[in-house]
């Protein structure tokens, strides 16, 4: 069971910034990539961004430009930085494998943004 564990959500004003962080067991993200999707309460999860085990990222036309996706293969861990916020970012960000997503999510990162 891979386990993956969000930080960095937060609340901010429109036009700020957060970073968000996630943790997986050993070389989950080297192996199958990284991405991160939201969800907002009674809609489908979609995908924001992904990053593949060769690094190629992609990005929803909404956050292109303003969020940008990475992973460290040393420390286990993927990081979305998201500029620019805007209230239609309001969601729950889960991180995952990308581009294929286990069956196992975390608890995701709650994001709030508003005036």
């Known amino acids: 069971q891979v386990r993956f564990v969000e930080s960095g959500g937060g609340s901010v004003q429109p036009g700020g910034s957060l970073r968000l962080s996630c943790t997986a067991p050993r070389n989950t993200f080297t192996l199958y990539g990284a991405g991160w999707y939201r969800q907002i309460p009674g809609k489908d999860r979609e995908l924001v961004a992904g990053?593949?085990?060769?690094?190629?990222?992609t990005y929803a036309d909404s956050v292109k430009g303003r969020f940008t996706i990475s992973r460290d293969s040393t420390t286990n861990t993927a990081h979305l930085q998201m500029n620019n916020l805007t209230p239609d970012d309001t969601a729950v960000y889960f991180c995952n494998r990308f581009p294929t997503p286990s069956l196992y999510w975390g608890q995701g990162a709650q994001v709030t943004v508003s005036s």
């Open positions: 990053i593949t085990a060769s690094r190629d990222a």
